[in-house]
């Protein structure tokens, strides 16, 4: 893996990490829902309108329409959906470290639903992030976590990962950024329907909810995607999912940053235990793509 690559990467992951926080901001001053629906629409004209400039067509196989369904409603609509409504109560930081144990979860599904072999590797992997999960539980249950908030992020995580098992080997077929764009317009119908549905135009207009706003629906929803792609077509996706380890430490160094949420020693250490299972996990299957 070469310089650029490693740049490439932790780029990604900070931009990843970070949308944990500008949401944060966002539910503060607008209604969830409501504000994440008109960040799809917006991210999903412009990938769209950049993907037709490309010469990328919206004419999509049967595996394309289907990732793009199941991607669209499950990722953007219920996995970011329920950790936006989610951040009206609880913090960012703990948003992100329960969103970082995705790869955790598509690795156990791997292994008990499709029967993936799982080498000694990642098997301790699956085990140390599964206790660093449990030190950072243990700790914020005992200080009065608000449990609704986290048992929406917890189901958002589970949605995400079966969506992710649900189209595993989905080809894009090089028509990545038009699959990325209508992906979030359909987000964008779920979470509109949902917002009509169940809440009322209230905001606030301020200055950090216009710049978290901007930010969220450039930088994680365009920038990042885009830095992906190009990492995955550099490295590969295995190699490149390597990187996923650093979005616990990310996510809870820009809650801290920004919105001065305390990190305890408990929370700390158990961000460190979740790190090290993700990467033991992606090195795992690194190295069984390889002997394969």
Same mark, same amino acid.
């Given at each position: 893996m070469d310089v650029r690559a490693i740049l490439m990467g932790v780029a990604f992951a900070i931009m990843w990490a970070s949308a944990?926080?500008?949401?944060?901001?966002?539910?503060?001053?607008?209604?969830?829902?409501?504000?994440l629906s008109l960040r799809f629409v917006i991210s999903g004209l412009i990938a769209v309108g950049v993907?037709?400039?490309?010469?990328?067509?919206?004419?999509?196989?049967?595996g394309q329409a289907a990732a793009t369904v199941v991607f669209g409603i499950c990722q953007n609509g219920l996995y970011l959906g329920?950790?936006?409504?989610?951040?009206?109560?609880?913090?960012?930081?703990?948003?992100?470290?329960?969103?970082?144990?995705?790869p955790l979860l598509v690795a156990l599904g791997g292994f008990l639903v499709f029967g993936d072999r799982v080498r000694?590797?990642?098997?301790?992997?699956?085990?140390?992030?599964?206790?660093?999960?449990a030190v950072i539980m243990g700790s914020r249950l005992t200080e009065g976590v608000d &449990?609704?908030? %986290? /048992?929406l992020c917890v189901l958002g995580v589970l949605s995400l990962t079966v969506a992710t098992m649900a189209v595993r080997g989905a080809s894009?077929?090089?028509?990545?950024?038009?699959?990325?764009?209508?992906?979030?317009?359909?987000?964008a119908a779920a979470l509109g329907a949902a917002a009509a549905a169940t809440e009322t135009w209230e905001v606030s207009w301020t200055w950090p909810l216009a710049a978290a706003f901007t930010y969220t629906t450039l930088v994680p929803g365009l920038a990042a995607t885009w830095v992906w792609f190009r990492l995955v077509n550099r490295i590969g996706a295995v190699r490149a999912a390597t990187f996923h380890f650093l979005t616990p430490f990310f996510g809870v160094a820009v809650a801290a940053l920004l919105l001065g949420e305390r990190l305890g020693p &408990?929370?700390? %250490? /158990?961000?460190?235990?979740?790190m090290l299972g993700i990467l033991l996990v992606q090195l795992d299957k690194q190295a069984r793509r390889a002997v394969a």
């Amino acid at each position: 893996m070469d310089v650029r690559a490693i740049l490439m990467g932790v780029a990604f992951a900070i931009m990843w990490a970070s949308a944990f926080t500008s949401a944060r901001i966002i539910v503060a001053d607008a209604p969830p829902l409501t504000a994440l629906s008109l960040r799809f629409v917006i991210s999903g004209l412009i990938a769209v309108g950049v993907a037709r400039a490309l010469g990328q067509s919206w004419r999509l196989t049967r595996g394309q329409a289907a990732a793009t369904v199941v991607f669209g409603i499950c990722q953007n609509g219920l996995y970011l959906g329920l950790n936006f409504v989610a951040m009206q109560t609880v913090e960012a930081s703990l948003a992100a470290i329960v969103a970082s144990t995705m790869p955790l979860l598509v690795a156990l599904g791997g292994f008990l639903v499709f029967g993936d072999r799982v080498r000694a590797m990642g098997a301790v992997g699956l085990i140390t992030g599964v206790a660093g999960v449990a030190v950072i539980m243990g700790s914020r249950l005992t200080e009065g976590v608000d &449990l609704f908030g %986290l /048992g929406l992020c917890v189901l958002g995580v589970l949605s995400l990962t079966v969506a992710t098992m649900a189209v595993r080997g989905a080809s894009s077929g090089g028509n990545v950024l038009m699959i990325v764009g209508l992906q979030m317009l359909v987000g964008a119908a779920a979470l509109g329907a949902a917002a009509a549905a169940t809440e009322t135009w209230e905001v606030s207009w301020t200055w950090p909810l216009a710049a978290a706003f901007t930010y969220t629906t450039l930088v994680p929803g365009l920038a990042a995607t885009w830095v992906w792609f190009r990492l995955v077509n550099r490295i590969g996706a295995v190699r490149a999912a390597t990187f996923h380890f650093l979005t616990p430490f990310f996510g809870v160094a820009v809650a801290a940053l920004l919105l001065g949420e305390r990190l305890g020693p &408990l929370d700390a %250490l /158990g961000v460190a235990v979740i790190m090290l299972g993700i990467l033991l996990v992606q090195l795992d299957k690194q190295a069984r793509r390889a002997v394969a």
